[in-house]
């Protein structure tokens, strides 16, 4: 379990939001994981209970990028898309990014950044939305997509996390 | 409401509520701030629902709503734990990818 609690995620501003993790490899493989589908589709799966039966990516400049999750038990699908904006082999990602049932208005913008050190590599990823509701609503449906639990479910121990998370 | 968060002087301000309401001279002096620059983080936080004022007029104290406090850092901990179950995929998959370096590994225990 050494890899619990190393995921930092944080809102940035009023749009943003902001992530970084490092992983056990050199950065051309986790490169490499985050761009071709036969890869991608084996870990950007969400929650339990989903596959990734749609996960298309056109590499290039200009190219677009397709993913579509299904949940087992009923079918229930979720699709998002983007375009490639920028690509620096090994080093950067920029695409834009939109889902299917847009509950935000707008299109977000993501930004990969991969930094190598002593076979280590940190990911940074970063997504800019077009509104603080939408960034928000993210992060509010991005949870129930998956569990569907409502959303008021509340910790009980206030604010300690808040503390933890400085 | 995560925008009010995103400063770290009022996530120290929610912090410091935590442990028990304070009013607004109260809270200036830890902080080495003015009143006028600690009022404004606490209007934000208010409007966010994440404080409320008590009873005592004087003062004014400020004390946190736990409830809704909970509710946020909640949706973020769901939220970083989805994230979490993807990348912890996707250490196993780095790991299948680099049977050299497992070999190294254990050659070394």
């Given at each position: 379990m050494k890899n619990l609690g190393s995921l930092k995620i944080t809102t940035v501003g009023d749009r943003e939001l902001a992530m970084t993790r490092v992983f056990d490899a050199p950065r051309n493989l986790v490169f490499d994981a985050f761009t071709k589908p036969e890869l991608v589709r084996r870990w950007l799966l969400g929650p339990d209970g989903w596959s990734m039966p749609v996960c298309e990516i056109d590499l290039k400049v200009g190219g677009a990028y397709r993913y579509v999750w299904r949940r087992d038990t009923d079918g229930t699908e979720m699709g998002m898309g983007g375009v490639y904006r920028e690509i620096v082999p090994n080093q950067k990602i920029v695409t834009t990014e939109k889902f299917d049932q847009a509950w935000y208005p707008g299109e977000a913008v993501g930004t990969l950044v991969l930094t190598e050190q002593a076979g280590k590599t940190t990911i940074t990823q970063t997504v800019l939305y077009a509104s603080r509701e939408a960034r928000d609503g993210v992060l509010k449906s991005g949870m129930e997509?998956?569990?569907?639990?409502?959303?008021?479910?509340?910790?009980?121990?206030?604010?300690e996390r808040l503390a933890k998370q400085g | 409401m995560f925008a009010a968060l995103a400063d770290p002087t009022r996530r120290a301000i929610l912090e410091r509520l935590a442990a028990g309401e304070a009013s607004v001279t109260e809270l200036a002096e830890p902080f080495a701030m003015s009143q006028p620059a600690i009022s404004k983080h606490l209007k934000v936080l208010e409007r966010a629902g994440l404080i409320s004022r008590g009873r005592d007029a004087q003062r004014r104290p400020r004390r946190v709503e736990p409830q809704r406090l909970a509710q946020v850092t909640d949706w973020l901990e769901r939220y970083r734990k989805i994230l979490e179950g993807n990348f912890q995929r996707l250490d196993s998959l780095l790991n299948e990818l680099q049977p050299e370096k497992k070999k190294r590994k254990n050659k070394k225990r």
């Amino acid at each position: 379990m050494k890899n619990l609690g190393s995921l930092k995620i944080t809102t940035v501003g009023d749009r943003e939001l902001a992530m970084t993790r490092v992983f056990d490899a050199p950065r051309n493989l986790v490169f490499d994981a985050f761009t071709k589908p036969e890869l991608v589709r084996r870990w950007l799966l969400g929650p339990d209970g989903w596959s990734m039966p749609v996960c298309e990516i056109d590499l290039k400049v200009g190219g677009a990028y397709r993913y579509v999750w299904r949940r087992d038990t009923d079918g229930t699908e979720m699709g998002m898309g983007g375009v490639y904006r920028e690509i620096v082999p090994n080093q950067k990602i920029v695409t834009t990014e939109k889902f299917d049932q847009a509950w935000y208005p707008g299109e977000a913008v993501g930004t990969l950044v991969l930094t190598e050190q002593a076979g280590k590599t940190t990911i940074t990823q970063t997504v800019l939305y077009a509104s603080r509701e939408a960034r928000d609503g993210v992060l509010k449906s991005g949870m129930e997509s998956g569990v569907s639990r409502s959303y008021d479910r509340l910790a009980e121990q206030l604010g300690e996390r808040l503390a933890k998370q400085g | 409401m995560f925008a009010a968060l995103a400063d770290p002087t009022r996530r120290a301000i929610l912090e410091r509520l935590a442990a028990g309401e304070a009013s607004v001279t109260e809270l200036a002096e830890p902080f080495a701030m003015s009143q006028p620059a600690i009022s404004k983080h606490l209007k934000v936080l208010e409007r966010a629902g994440l404080i409320s004022r008590g009873r005592d007029a004087q003062r004014r104290p400020r004390r946190v709503e736990p409830q809704r406090l909970a509710q946020v850092t909640d949706w973020l901990e769901r939220y970083r734990k989805i994230l979490e179950g993807n990348f912890q995929r996707l250490d196993s998959l780095l790991n299948e990818l680099q049977p050299e370096k497992k070999k190294r590994k254990n050659k070394k225990r």
